[in-house]
């Protein structure tokens, strides 16, 4: 059997795992049982939290049983996790004020006038608008950014569909850019 996760645990002396039941070589009970059964008291005492899209009482109930020390169900919840971090690991959450982030502004207030701005061509259009329709959010941020960075006519119209990204909109945009894209 794989006994790659022993050797990390020596190597690196985390102060705590997060490990998956589903893994490639072998499952999250088996690696646990193992870290538990180990002669070096600095890895068989790591803390272990499992977590898993299986939310049955059984998988939960077995991973206590392999030795872990909290399991928490996917997706996890941020709260649910700092939670256990605080017990397992003896931490005390000190939280700062978080300054007024300014709202993003709304896309229909973006600063984009299609009498003042240049529309670029075609062939950027079709490309832009392509990643829109697939969902690749940061490859059309980019890819707006360096129409801007490329040619600053496009200025006010990339900024418009960047502004609309970071609000991901992409219904917006691609309504948007179906106005100036050609069929």
């Given at each position: 059997?794989?006994?790659?996760h ?44 499992v ?15 392999a ?24 931490i ?27 529309i ?26 360096q ?37």
């Amino acid at each position: 059997m794989d006994r790659k996760h022993l050797k990390k645990a020596i190597e690196y002396h985390p102060d705590l795992i997060i490990s998956d039941v589903a893994m490639p070589v072998k499952n999250g009970y088996e690696m646990i049982a193992e870290l538990r059964q180990s002669a070096i008291p600095e890895v068989s005492s790591i803390p272990v939290v499992v977590s898993s899209a299986s939310v049955f009482e059984s998988d939960r109930h077995e991973s206590f049983q392999a030795g872990a020390n909290e399991f928490l169900p996917k997706p996890i919840q941020t709260n649910h996790l700092l939670a256990a971090l605080k017990q397992l690991m003896d931490i005390e959450w000190h939280y700062a004020v978080a300054e007024a982030i300014p709202a993003t502004p709304s896309p229909e207030k973006t600063e984009f006038s299609e009498s003042t701005s240049m529309i670029p061509p075609q062939e950027i259009l079709k490309e832009i608008y392509e990643l829109a329709r697939r969902g690749l959010i940061n490859d059309f941020i980019s890819a707006a950014e360096q129409m801007q960075t490329k040619d600053s006519q496009y200025a006010s119209f990339s900024q418009h569909l960047i502004t609309m990204a970071k609000a991901f909109r992409l219904k917006a945009i691609r309504e948007f850019l179906e106005k100036y894209v050609e069929a």
